[in-house]
């Protein structure tokens, strides 16, 4: 098991459910163990799949399409000069760098301390872990958002972050066992399948009410060891908070030029 301290957490829980997960690479003729992992391709009720979204320019009403091979294709000659340019890139080539820049918010400008310190949690690779996924989950809800058909924005952008992430995982893994390189593979292994399980489990938490939510983070996120019911309440608002600001955002602010800016999980309080 990795280790980023002496300590270790206990083995996470894994509630596989086989027959809701698909394949989550960027070529669909890759298989799970070739990116380490896979992902549930239903939607959450509380975030419309949405095949177009409306923006407001000034008094222009415009209609952006979500499908990658749409947005290519049916520009006029000046917008496809102008993409040429360097100045306008809705392509997919763009999308893979907004799914970049989105996993690092995460990893960049989460504050990892405030939950190791807040839910009594170690500093440890797994825990880390932990906060990345939750996190990551919810920037995936939010890209399918943008489409969740073959071709379309929102699953290849969930797709690239996915992607990232487990390059990114792999990269640290390595980084902590450089004593002991075969150990990565089957930790990467066991995280994938935790991954998988846990999106099942938060796509089912909140698509129902605070209880289902409550029970989901939990089980997965803390272990089912917490007893003070006031912190997993503190973890469900923040958990709706993070998924509305996402909600709100435009599909430029999100998929164009990424603009997350995540809300702290405890307010600091100003000195009166």
Known sequence: MIRATSRLTG???REVRVGFAVNLVHSEN??????????????CPTTTIRNA????????????STNVHDVESKDGFLKRFIK????????????????????????????????FEYFNMPDTFNT???????????????????????GAAGRFMRNCIVETMWNDVTTRAKQLTM?????????????SEQFQAALISYDEGISYDDKALA??????FLGGRCDDYEKLELLVEYVRKQVSMLDQLSRYDFAIKPA????????????T
């Open 30 to 43: 890759r298989t799970p163990t070739e990116l380490g992992c896979s992902y549930v391709a239903h939607r």
């Open 260 to 271: 997350i800016k995540w809300a702290p999980l405890v307010e600091s309080r100003q000195p």
């Open 84 to 115: 040429k340019m360097g100045w306008i890139d809705n392509s997919a080539t763009r999308l893979r760098v907004s799914s970049c820049l989105l996993y690092e918010s995460v990893v960049d400008h989460i504050n990892y301390s405030q939950f």
């Open 215 to 220: 029970a989901a983070l939990w089980r997965r």
């Open 128 to 150: 880390w872990f932990l906060i990345t996924e939750l996190h990551v989950w919810m920037l995936l809800v939010r890209s399918m958002a943008e489409g969740d058909e073959k």
């Open 11 to 13: 083995s996470l829980c």
């Open 53 to 64: 979204r409306k923006i407001y320019t000034g008094r222009i009403l415009a209609t952006v």
């Open 179 to 191: 004593d002991n390189p075969s150990a990565v593979r089957p930790q990467i292994q066991q995280l």
